[in-house]
């Protein structure tokens, strides 16, 4: 197994081992985070363990304490919780995003959804799903044909797209957790951010996704498997949104 991806894993495993053992300590809310939101226990207990099992594979870059490391040629983008509203809720949608940038060039990408075990894996030579419990075990991961619903986060910031979208019989959830949408990108219809592109939100997603249409600026995020959907929700957010 790749060496980062391993690292990773073990990381993963560590979190999810803490997570489980439910210490208050873990919801207690703390300062202000480098990508400006309240970190609590659990975020920050997650970098550190992250930090320990990832560091020697180069400098980290976090949302809670932004570089953690002196930069260097390879750079580790790092959401220690992504989807940290619904952990504190205890709603099961939240996890851990990483992404190894090595250059310009995305070259590792790991997903852990903590609620469930899932693991979503990129890496040069290889794409799969596992699990927490048997990482070794990998899976395919194939387009969902069946699929009903898109993932639109952040949707109730946009109560106009939504109306058009509806109008279109586009649905969708709304989840909370940005990467882990990316990740189950190939099992639903499509997935759509509207807002601020931060790396370690979207890194490691965008990575995942590559294989599927993707447009991602500075404006909005639309993933989908299908030609024909993407070029129909893109004419509705560029023509009749922006």
């Not at 208050?24 to 659990?42: C, K, M, P, Q, Y």
């Not at 870059?61 to 490391?69: D, L, N, V």
């Not at 993932?151 to 797209?161: G, I, R």
């Amino acid at each position: 197994m790749n060496g980062f991806i391993q690292a990773a894993i073990l990381a993963c495993q560590e979190v999810d081992a803490l997570v489980k053992e439910g210490n208050t300590s873990l919801f207690v809310l703390h300062e202000r985070g480098a990508g400006g939101d309240i970190s609590n226990g659990a975020d920050l207990r997650t970098e550190a363990i992250c930090f320990s099992h990832l560091s020697p594979y180069g400098s980290i870059f976090s949302e809670e304490s932004g570089w953690m490391s002196p930069q260097s040629e390879a750079t580790i983008f790092l959401d220690p919780i992504d989807g940290s509203d619904n952990f504190l809720s205890q709603l099961p949608y939240y996890g851990v995003s990483i992404a190894r940038v090595c250059g310009n060039k995305t070259t590792e990408a790991l997903v852990c959804n903590l609620a469930n075990g899932d693991l979503f894996v990129r890496t040069e030579k290889e794409y799969y799903r596992t699990t927490l419990s048997n990482p070794l075990i990998k899976h395919e991961i194939n387009i969902n044909p069946f699929a009903k619903i898109g993932l639109f986060e952040k949707a109730p910031e946009h109560p106009d797209l939504i109306k058009k979208l509806m109008a279109q019989r586009l649905k969708f959830r709304s989840p909370g957790a940005l990467a882990l949408s990316l990740a189950y990108a190939p099992y639903v219809k499509y997935v759509l951010f509207l807002g601020t592109m931060r790396p370690y939100d979207i890194q490691a997603g965008l990575y995942l996704s590559e294989h599927l249409h993707l447009f991602c600026d500075d404006r909005y995020l639309l993933i989908c498997a299908d030609k024909e959907l993407f070029e129909q929700i893109r004419s509705i957010v560029e023509k009749e949104y922006f």
